[in-house]
Structures are given as structure tokens and as C-alpha cells.
């Protein structure tokens, strides 16, 4: 079992299905926000960030996948997948257990050289509230479902990193 997911690893088509699969949530989050008209917040758009990192680790991963170049990759996925679980509970907390002492921040706030809500405000402008349930899928929030979602993609990242690890020292 493990030299078969060794074996895919190391494929093209297995670093851009993960590729696909955060541009495909991201097409679905861009579709809430500008044809159902849900204004995201900043949690929302850090969870954003945390897809395009899966993304970007997707895409650095098809460069060369069978090259330590992958190691790379699998370190944007893992990162991007751990920051994105971590800000999905937080916003599922904000969600189910509203606080007036625990509030989201008013704005988001990239490092200084990223000022992504100024450079591309379509994609990164948090105009909503963290506290409101705007919308469910199967009696879950979309907040829920992206802890599921970015536990799934930690724990097959995590997985991956430890059969590259055990065939790296074969």
C-alpha cells in the first residue's frame, strides 16, 4: 500500500488534482460571494489565502514531482492546510458560541509587503461578519465544512509526507 501512494506521489496528475481541487473550492467561494451575494469576512479570506497556498503547493509540486523539489510543495501544502484548519475552528467557534468579548478583527491584516486586500480587493476585501450563518449544505455551515476540508487535506498531507520520508530512506 505504501509504494502505491509512494508511487502516485511522485506523479504529475496527483500534484495538480490537489492543485484543482483548491481552485475548484475557490470557484465555489468566489460564487457565493459575487451570485448569492455573501459578503465574506476576514476569517473567510484567510481561509481564501490558506486555498490559494494549497493551490500554489499543488502547482510547485507538478513542477518536477519526483525531484526533492516536491519537499517544497508538500511544505506549502502542509502550512497552508494547517493555518486554513486552524482559522476554520476559530470561525466555527465565533459561529456557534458568540461572545461580545470575542469578536473577529474589523480588517484583515496581510504582512506589510502583501497587502493583498489593496492589491486585489475582488478576491481579498472582507466586507462580512464572522458571527453570521449565512449558509448550509447537508444541516452543516460552510464554516464546518471547511474544517472538514482542510482536516482532509492536512491528514492526506501528512500521510504523503511520511511515505515520502519512509522511501526517501530506502
Known amino acids: 500500500m505504501l509504494q502505491l501512494i509512494y508511487r502516485y506521489s511522485i506523479t504529475r496528475k496527483a500534484w495538480l488534482l490537489l492543485a484543482l481541487t483548491a481552485f475548484s473550492l475557490e470557484l465555489v467561494g468566489l460564487y457565493f460571494q459575487y451570485f448569492m451575494l455573501i459578503n465574506p469576512c476576514v476569517l473567510c479570506i484567510y481561509q481564501r489565502f490558506a486555498l490559494y497556498g494549497v493551490m500554489i503547493a499543488g502547482l510547485v509540486g507538478a513542477i518536477s514531482p519526483s525531484t526533492p523539489l516536491r519537499f517544497i510543495g508538500l511544505g506549502f501544502w502542509l502550512y497552508s492546510a494547517w493555518k486554513g484548519l486552524l482559522s476554520a475552528i476559530k470561525h466555527t467557534d465565533l459561529q456557534l458560541y458568540p461572545s461580545p468579548f ?49 482536516a482532509i487535506y492536512l491528514a492526506i498531507g501528512i500521510i504523503i509526507l511520511f511515505v515520502q520520508i519512509c522511501f526517501l530512506t530506502k
Do not use: E, R, Y
Open 102 to 150: 470575542v469578536v473577529c478583527d474589523f480588517l484583515v491584516s496581510f504582512p506589510s509587503w502583501l497587502k493583498l486586500d489593496k492589491l486585489l480587493p475582488v478576491l481579498f476585501n472582507a466586507t462580512g461578519n464572522c458571527t453570521t450563518h449565512q449558509l448550509h449544505f447537508l444541516s452543516l455551515a460552510i464554516t464546518q465544512w471547511m474544517i472538514i476540508i482542510f
